[in-house]
């Protein structure tokens, strides 16, 4: 697999996808996001893959966003297919059926915001920068900024960076919830990594259910989202993995999961 804008290394169960355009700050193009998908349906489909983690190349940005040059002119339903392509990263984001990462290693704008809000888990570094922007081009959130912000930082929150367009800092990001964690920029890949080595030496069906329940269970009322778990955990419980976890607690040894 060759690609042009994003770089795609896969390592010990860790497949890393590296938004590759430095020079726009990884914003993103719609080459771009066809790559990105192309990888993640890799990550997808290849069993070895356990965690994916997403980052930005350069020292400056994870992503600033949408092109915002490809905005010259645009039409609504060039905007439309614009939002739709965002939808479809962030919804490949979220249905992979394995833990993602966002490593935000620098600005984190707009459509880069919002792509890491559909992520699992955002590490930021020190150096990082967070904010909905688009209100100071005149836009508003078109890849689901409105709604995962909300339900991340709640209406108030949300209304407050959507309506400024403010950036925020790191440690902001964290005091509102928006980031699970804040580390020096020299740290952030180490400490990314030996988190994603901790996720992947969990159960695997046990990974993919509880990420599937946990997901389509935030949108739904509670009666529905716990008939959601209940079933899910009647498929876990038909997993060799827990067979073998049981077996490996009493035998008091490490399980060795078989994904199975
Ligand atoms: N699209 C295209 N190019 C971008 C870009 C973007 N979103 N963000 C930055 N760039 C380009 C700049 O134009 C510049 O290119 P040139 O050298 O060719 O001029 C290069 O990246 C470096 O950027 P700056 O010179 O602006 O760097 P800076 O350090 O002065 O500022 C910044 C950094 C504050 C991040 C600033 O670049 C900025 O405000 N960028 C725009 C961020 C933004 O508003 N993103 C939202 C986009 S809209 C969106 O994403 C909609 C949606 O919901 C999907």
């Known amino acids: 697999m060759s690609f042009q804008y994003i770089v795609y290394a896969k390592s010990e169960g860790i497949a890393t996808i590296t938004l590759n355009r430095p020079d726009a700050l990884n914003a993103w193009s719609q080459e771009l996001a066809q790559e990105f998908l192309t990888a993640m349906e890799d990550a997808h489909e290849d069993d070895e893959v356990r965690v994916v983690v997403i980052t930005g190349a350069g020292e400056k940005a994870f992503s600033a966003g949408a092109d915002i040059k490809a905005m010259k002119g645009m039409t609504a339903l060039k905007a439309r297919a614009l939002s739709r392509m965002g939808y479809k990263v962030c919804n490949a984001i979220e249905t992979i059926e394995k833990p993602v990462i966002a490593a935000i290693n620098g600005y984190a704008l707009g459509g880069g915001m919002e792509i890491s809000m559909a992520c699992d888990f955002r590490i930021a570094s020190d150096k990082a920068r967070m904010g909905q922007t688009e209100i100071n081009i005149g836009l508003i959130p078109g890849w689901g900024g409105t709604q995962r912000l909300t339900r991340i930082v709640g209406k108030a929150r949300a209304k407050e960076l959507v309506y400024?367009?403010?950036?925020?800092?790191?440690?902001?990001?964290?005091?509102?919830?928006?980031?699970?964690?804040?580390?020096?920029?020299?740290?952030?890949?180490?400490?990314?990594?030996?988190?994603?080595?901790?996720?992947?030496?969990?159960?695997?069906?046990?990974?993919?259910?509880?990420?599937?329940?946990?997901?389509?269970?935030?949108?739904?009322?509670?009666?529905?989202?716990?008939?959601?778990?209940?079933?899910?955990?009647?498929?876990?419980?038909?997993?060799?993995?827990?067979?073998?976890?049981?077996?490996?607690?009493?035998?008091?040894?490490?399980?060795?999961w078989k994904g199975k």
């Not at 996720?199 to 069906?205: D, R």
């Not at 009647?234 to 008091?252: M, W």
């Open 164 to 256: 400024t367009g403010k950036i925020i800092e790191a440690n902001t990001a964290f005091q509102l919830g928006l980031v699970n964690l804040v580390v020096p920029a020299a740290e952030l890949m180490t400490t990314v990594k030996q988190f994603a080595q901790e996720l992947a030496g969990k159960a695997p069906v046990a990974m993919r259910v509880a990420k599937a329940v946990i997901e389509k269970g935030a949108d739904v009322d509670l009666e529905s989202a716990l008939a959601l778990e209940r079933e899910g955990f009647g498929v876990v419980a038909s997993s060799e993995d827990l067979q073998e976890g049981v077996s490996a607690f009493t035998e008091k040894r490490k399980p060795a």
